[in-house]
């Protein structure tokens, strides 16, 4: 089974300052990766995803997530904060064959601060 | 243009009785997903569908009953509600059902059971 762990419920960022936000995955197959924002009452927008080609991915609005196999982390980052970016931040994971079944992580709420 | 939409965004009813949510997407796509937020953000997967066909079904009650009349359309009818039933319930679709594809999420229907 597939799952994900995402550390820390809420971070708290001056602006301009670095974000990060942790996941770790645990998957026996090789897995996709995602990123989701979501903002309040809305639905959720995809940021990035990894598919197996550059473990090094770059998303929306500046983000973007690195996938380390021997660490099963694929933390997402951004190098300054906007206070735009306050919202709540959910990782996932897919299998790599099969229907896409994504199984979301608890999801981390980004609070930036001026 | 909205490219995934639910009616209705908000839905107060009693226990006991039945209700149904609308989803509809203009993107083209051939699956379609309805997924359940409950109250500590948690995001699961309840159903998922490939061109009217029902091909994720996760341990949900059957009181939960979608129906997809066209692959543009995925409905979710509920039959006696229950308090436990409060949540937001989302509607995602993506271009097809398996791989990478990135899943285009409804604005949500906020369901209060009384």
């Known amino acids: 089974a597939q799952s994900v762990t995402q550390l820390g419920s809420h971070v708290s960022v001056s602006e301009g300052a670095l974000v990060l936000l942790r996941c770790n995955y645990s998957s026996s197959v090789p897995p996709y990766l995602f990123w989701y924002v979501q903002y309040p009452n809305q639905g959720l927008q995809l940021l990035l995803k990894y598919t197996s080609a550059a473990t090094l991915v770059k998303g929306i609005n500046g983000f973007e997530a690195e996938f380390k196999k021997s660490e099963t982390s694929f933390h997402l980052t951004k190098p300054s904060a906007h206070m735009s970016d306050a919202a709540e931040y959910f990782c996932a994971v897919s299998k790599d064959t099969g229907f896409q079944k994504l199984v979301f992580g608890t999801g981390t709420r980004l609070l930036v601060s001026p | 243009d909205t490219a995934v939409s639910q009616t209705p965004k908000y839905l107060v009813t009693q226990m006991g009785n039945d209700k149904s949510i609308k989803c509809e997407q203009n993107?083209?796509?051939?699956?379609m997903y309805w997924y359940k937020q409950d109250s500590k953000k948690f995001l699961k997967i309840m159903f998922s569908?490939?061109?009217?066909?029902?091909?994720i079904n996760e341990t949900v009650p059957n009181r939960f009953s979608p129906k997809s009349p066209d692959k543009a359309h995925l409905n979710l009818h509920i039959n006696s509600l229950e308090l436990g039933d409060s949540a937001v319930y989302f509607c995602?679709?993506?271009?097809?059902?398996?791989?990478?594809?990135?899943?285009?999420f409804g604005p949500g229907t906020r369901l209060t059971v009384l």
């Open positions: 995602a679709s993506s271009e097809s059902p398996g791989g990478p594809d990135t899943q285009y």
């Open positions: 993107l083209g796509h051939d699956t």
């Open positions: 569908y490939n061109n009217k066909e029902l091909i």
